[in-house]
C-alpha cells in the first residue's frame, strides 16, 4: 500500500469510543492511569510441570463485576481470550451502540487483531489428540480457530457484516484500524470494532523468552469503535505509515525510521511508544531511532508487559485517553512489531 492510499481514507471515520483489558484492570482509564504513574504491575514466576524454566508473567485482575451480557449461551464454552476482546469491545461501543447494533438500528462490521489467538484450548486439544486421539473432545476444537473470539462478538451483536480475523504482530492493530476506515469510506457499514485480544498460556509464555529472557508475559484486550459520525470526544487520525515489513530487505531499525519520517507532526506532544522488556534487539532498534524525542512519551509494555498484538491497541487506547482528558491535543503512536514489521499513526483530537 502506498502512502497515498494510506491517507486517502483518513477522513472517512473518527474512533468515537475504545476499550481495555490489561493487568490493570478492565477499563481503559484504569491503562492510561497506571501508566501515567509510571509503576509497573505486579509480576510472578510461572512454571509448567516437566521441569520447564520457570516464566515471569502479570495477569489480569478478576472481573469486578459479571456483566449481564456474559450470560450469553455461546459464552459458556469459550476461551479467556473471547471474553477479553467481548468486554474490550463492549467498553468501547457503549451500551447505547450495543443495544442498537442488537436490535438492527446500526449496521457495524468487527476486525480482530492477534498474534497468538486462542492458544488455550489449542493446546489442550492437541495435547489430547497426542494422548489419546479417540478421546479429543470435540468441543474445544470450535474455539482452536483464529477467528472464534470474533465470531462470538459478531453472534453476541445479531451481526451479519464483515467480519475479518488479520494474524500479525504487535503492531496488527494499526493495519486493522487502517481496514475499517477503507470499509466505512467505501460505504459497507455504519460504523467498525477493531479489537485485539490475547491470552496467557505457557505455550506462549515460553515462545516469549525465545525473543528476550526478561520478557513479562501479558494478557488482556484493547478496542476502538470507529464512526464517519464525530461525537464531541472524537478522535481524529491524522497520519498513518505503511506498514515497513524488515527481514530480508530492511532491518528493524531501517524499517522503524521510515515509520517516523512519515508520521513527522510538530503537533505532537506526546508519544505512545512499543519498549518494555520483550525483544532487546527489536526495542534497541526503535529506541535509537526515536532517542532525540524531546517532548512526554508513554510507554506500556513497561507496565504491563509483553501483550503480544495488543501492545499496539493498548497504545491506541493510552493515546485515546489521553486525548479525552485533555492532556495533550496531538499523540504519536509508534510500533515496530515483534516479528514482523513497523507501523504508527498520528491520533488528534476530533
Known sequence: MSNTQAMSHLSAASIVGWGAVSPTGWSAASLYERTLSGVPVET???????????????????????????????????????????HAAIEALGMERFEAVQKGELKIGVIFCTMNGCVQFSRRFFAEVLSDPSLASPIFFPETVYNAPS????????????????????????????????????????????????????????????????????????????????????????????????????????????????????????????????????????????????????????????????SSGWQTVLACEAIRSGDHQSVIVASTGLSQQAAGMVLSKG
Open 151 to 310: 465470531s462470538h462478538l459478531s453472534a453476541l451483536l445479531s451481526s451479519t457484516e464483515a467480519n475479518y480475523t488479520l494474524v500479525g504482530d504487535s503492531s496488527q492493530f494499526i493495519a486493522g484500524i487502517d481496514l475499517a476506515m477503507q470499509w466505512i469510506e467505501d460505504g459497507l457499514m455504519e460504523g467498525c470494532l477493531v479489537v485485539s485480544a490475547e491470552e496467557r498460556d505457557w505455550l506462549s509464555d515460553e515462545a516469549l523468552h525465545l525473543f528476550g529472557r526478561s520478557a513479562v508475559a501479558a494478557e488482556g484486550a484493547a478496542a476502538v469503535y470507529l464512526s464517519p459520525t464525530p461525537t464531541a470526544e472524537a478522535v481524529r487520525v491524522t497520519k498513518m505509515s505503511q506498514a515497513w515489513t524488515y527481514g530480508n530487505t530492511l532491518t528493524p531499525r531501517e524499517a522503524t525510521t521510515k515509520m517516523k519520517d512519515e508520521l513527522k507532526d510538530e503537533a505532537a506532544d506526546l508519544l505512545c511508544d512499543g519498549l518494555g522488556k520483550a525483544a532487546p534487539a527489536i526495542e534497541n532498534a526503535e529506541e535509537s531511532v526515536w532517542q532525540g524525542w524531546q517532548a512526554k512519551r508513554l510507554s506500556v509494555r513497561k507496565i504491563v508487559g509483553e501483550g503480544f498484538g495488543i
Open 44 to 86: 510472578k514466576a510461572a512454571k509448567r510441570d516437566g521441569g520447564a524454566p520457570a516464566v515471569t508473567i502479570s495477569e489480569v485482575p478478576l472481573m469486578p463485576q459479571m456483566p449481564a451480557w456474559m450470560k450469553f449461551p455461546r459464552l459458556r464454552r469459550t476461551t479467556t481470550v473471547a471474553k477479553y476482546a467481548l
